[in-house]
């Protein structure tokens, strides 16, 4: 069974930095996608950032140059490392995975839907 387990949210002011973490269990095929998403209240929810098993990435126009997505594959880990925070990145932050098999092409690798596996959340909070 895949569980995926978000952690390093915090509350930080504006112009901080975090960096947030997931860590995959279960999931043992070496094709994949996996994106950081985030929702706010009364908003959907939307793409961050995202990697291929190849560490080819996508990220949101909202968030290039300040986030940067990146995997340690012998952890077995995503990381999102958030720079230059602004209180509009106040969100709940998930992570989320997507095994292939084969040429499989991923069509939106920022949308929720492409995903089927998804961690609990982590609370990020930026204060002005």
């Known amino acids: 069974q895949v569980q995926l387990v978000e952690s390093g949210g915090a509350s930080v002011q504006a112009g901080g930095s975090l960096r947030l973490s997931c860590a995959v269990f279960g999931y043992t095929y070496s094709n994949y996608w996996m994106g950081w998403f985030r929702q706010a209240p009364g908003k959907e929810r939307e793409g961050v950032a995202s990697?291929?098993?190849?560490?080819?990435?996508k990220y949101a126009d909202s968030v290039k140059g300040r986030f940067t997505i990146s995997q340690d594959n012998a952890k077995n880990t995503l990381y999102l490392q958030m720079n230059s925070l602004k209180p509009e990145d106040t969100a709940m932050y998930y992570c989320?995975?997507?095994?292939?098999?084969?040429?499989?092409?991923?069509?939106?690798?920022?949308?929720?839907?492409?995903?089927?596996?998804w961690g609990q959340g982590t609370q990020v909070t930026v204060s002005s």
């Open positions: 990697i291929k098993e190849s560490g080819a990435t």
């Open positions: 989320a995975l997507r095994g292939y098999y084969g040429s499989w092409i991923i069509r939106r690798p920022l949308y929720a839907d492409e995903y089927s596996y």
